[in-house]
């Protein structure tokens, strides 16, 4: 229903459009950089309840648009700044399917045959999202074997929750563990996400397989830089650290991640956000699930070393993520900052607030596209991120009373 009402709405006004039905994200990025067309539109909620839908806005390089040229769209809407066409000239409608074009360019960025010669087992769960279109096939041209589940596409995502969090992955855990395969990944809705299960089962946050592909990717390039926001943790900061590389901290969200690593240049080898939405800037600039689980399998096939093998190398770190509804989140923001102001070590408002402790820290920001506010703890231990994540659910209910 929204496809055909963005269809008709920049026909009217002259525009040609292609239609690419449903694609992750990524994909249709890969597509708007790459075919002949001046900007893209993905109708997506990402990672969202199926309640949720929306519009991501995509310039010719293949990127989401930056605030600034959001607003001013919003801007062109809302004072009708615009004109519509002839009733004999509207715009022209085609199809295409970028799949196989995508699909093609993700393996040449694969070391395929270390990955045929090891011929791992690997579980694919789309979430009855997009990337039920892409990754199975994918991973099955690269020499693994595939089994599926929840990869029945379907916008009400009856198997789980769209977001690929450890609670919600349970049934891909399980079926890991009973078919004794080399690996697990789920997408998120749009598939622009991988989160990971290990060989036993074990799910991991996207900060392990960011730190993993973080360190691979600053030991064999010449650049020394990576980019990731500020809810990004201590396992990401202190393997880049080990290796002789820089973390670039950001806003949360992959537009401000992207554009950064865009304006560093070269020296920047890779980016991304412990959500499990890695970038790689050789392919292109956005997250992708699909590349991201390509080149964990590659590693992992050339380096003989299994997904828990590589997380028991990193930096040992407890992590709490949860979330409060709260509707007014502007409000209860700016009186949430003023409660914590002057605590801890020290403290950044680059996105929300983040406070440093001696023994951990504490990241308290308005979610971008739910009606919550997120709060992210991590510490040595799992008490003091657990008590740490109290104290920041407490001080914005505080907030909110």
Not at 80 to 106: C, F, H, L, N, R
Not at 124 to 153: E, F, H, W, Y
Not at 253 to 263: D, N
Request: hydrophobic share 35%; with cysteine; proline share 5%.
């Amino acid at each position: 229903m929204l496809k055909r009402a963005v269809v008709s709405g920049l026909q009217s006004t002259g525009v040609d459009v292609v239609d690419l039905g449903v694609v992750p994200s990524p994909c249709q990025q890969y597509y708007t950089k790459k075919g002949d067309v001046t900007a893209g539109i993905i109708i997506t909620a990402s990672h969202n309840p199926p309640e949720y839908n929306g519009l991501k806005l995509i310039d010719h390089e293949g990127v989401e648009l930056p605030d600034k040229k959001l607003l001013e769209i919003e801007e062109i809407y809302r004072d009708k700044k615009y004109s519509y066409a002839g009733w004999d000239s509207p715009g022209e409608y085609q199809k295409a399917d970028p799949t196989s074009m995508y699909i093609k360019a993700v393996l040449k960025m694969v070391d395929r045959e270390a990955v045929e010669a090891w011929r791992p087992k690997v579980v694919v769960d789309p979430g009855n999202g997009a990337g039920s279109m892409v990754t199975p096939i994918l991973l099955r041209k690269l020499g693994c074997k595939v089994v599926t589940v929840n990869s029945q596409p379907d916008g009400t995502f009856p198997g789980r929750n769209p977001e690929p969090v450890p609670e919600n992955i349970k049934d891909l855990s399980k079926t890991v563990e009973a078919i004794d395969a080399d690996l697990g990944v789920a997408h998120d809705g749009d598939a622009d996400r991988a989160t990971f299960v290990d060989e036993k089962g074990n799910a991991h946050l996207g900060d392990v397989s960011l730190a993993i592909l973080f360190r691979e990717m600053l030991e064999n390039k010449e650049g020394n830089l990576v980019v990731t926001p500020v809810s990004s943790g201590n396992k990401v900061a202190d393997t880049v650290d080990k290796v002789g590389g820089e973390v670039i901290w950001t806003e949360v969200g992959s537009t401000a991640v992207a554009r950064k690593m865009m304006e560093i240049g070269e020296e920047c080898v890779c980016g991304g956000e412990e959500n499990g939405g890695v970038i790689f800037p050789d392919f292109q600039y956005c997250r992708d699930g699909a590349l991201t689980t390509a080149r964990l399998i590659e590693l992992m096939a050339r380096k003989q070393k299994t997904l828990s093998s590589f997380a028991s190398q990193l930096p040992k770190y407890k992590n709490v993520k949860t979330k409060i509804k709260v509707e007014d989140k502007e409000n209860a923001m700016k009186k949430t900052i003023n409660s914590l102001s002057g605590e801890g070590e020290r403290s950044t408002t680059k996105d929300g607030i983040k406070i440093f402790y001696e023994d951990g820290w504490l990241l308290i920001r308005p979610s971008g596209t739910e009606p919550v506010i997120r709060v992210f703890t991590e510490a040595k231990t799992q008490r003091k991120a657990e008590k740490l994540s109290k104290h920041g659910l407490k001080t914005i209910k505080e907030a909110i009373q």
